[in-house]
């Protein structure tokens, strides 16, 4: 599987071109999922023997999350009898980062007053705005940006109650543990649901997992967000 400009011209980082392997051209995606994808081409080789349930639960995710060296580091942090949940504000595209300051009013609103620690996970790039959350949100706090490795991560999310966070890797481990998944993406609902960034394409797996995105993208944007910055979110 690869692309190609000639079918999708915003895309042409990934560029495959033209290879003896690509055999046919995908001219319409139709919103079908990339794991549904994946799993077709799969079962069309004999290696897959029935379809991929994607409100399931991944079981390599699982497995991680349940050993021993994940609940000694839940342990650890105190986690282990204390009901939390966890906030995401990074993501790989700046104008797909949900302001910090909207993550803070939505757990000052909903989550704190269920008496959830608030838990902040992500790369040190986002300590600017998990320092707003932290200031914002005020009481106790967890900031475990930069500090926590895969498994660790991993870990984390899976025991949640709930996760809330931006289109980005981070989403898709807790969406995949299980965990009850609110994801923000600025890709708007009546943009097209065959266009590479529709969630319809790559929303989370797991089975209690909710998009929440903009009805229209904001001018001058249209088929999705291209700004370098915050904009339709």
Not at 11 to 25: A, G, I, K, W
Not at 41 to 46: E, K, N, S, T
Not at 162 to 191: E, K, M, Q, Y
């Amino acid at each position: 599987a690869g692309y190609t400009t000639r079918l999708d011209a915003e895309r042409s980082d990934f560029d495959s071109d033209v290879s003896s392997l690509l055999t046919d051209e995908v001219k319409e995606m139709r919103g079908v999922h990339e794991v549904e994808r994946g799993a077709e081409v799969l079962q069309l080789a004999g290696l897959l023997h029935r379809p991929i349930d994607l409100k399931q639960p991944v079981e390599s995710l699982l497995a991680i999350a349940h050993s021993a060296s994940s609940r000694s580091y839940i342990q650890k942090l105190g986690l282990s009898n204390r009901p939390y949940a966890v906030i995401a504000p990074g993501a790989a595209a700046i104008r797909r980062m949900w302001p910090a300051s909207s993550f803070s009013q939505a757990f000052r609103r909903e989550l704190i007053p269920r008496g959830w620690l608030p838990v902040i996970v992500g790369g040190p790039e986002i300590a600017d705005a998990a320092k707003v959350i932290r200031n914002s949100v005020g009481g106790e706090v967890l900031d475990l940006t930069g500090k926590t490795d895969f498994e660790q991560l991993v870990a984390v999310c899976a025991g949640a109650q709930c996760f809330l966070g931006n289109d980005s890797g981070t989403s898709h481990v807790a969406g995949a543990c299980g965990v009850p998944t609110i994801l923000v993406t600025a890709f708007a609902h009546r943009s097209l649901a065959s266009h590479h960034a529709s969630p319809k394409r790559s929303h989370p797996v797991g089975p209690s997992v909710t998009v929440l995105q903009p009805e229209h993208q904001m001018l001058p944007c249209t088929t999705e967000c291209l700004a370098d910055h915050v904009h339709c979110i």
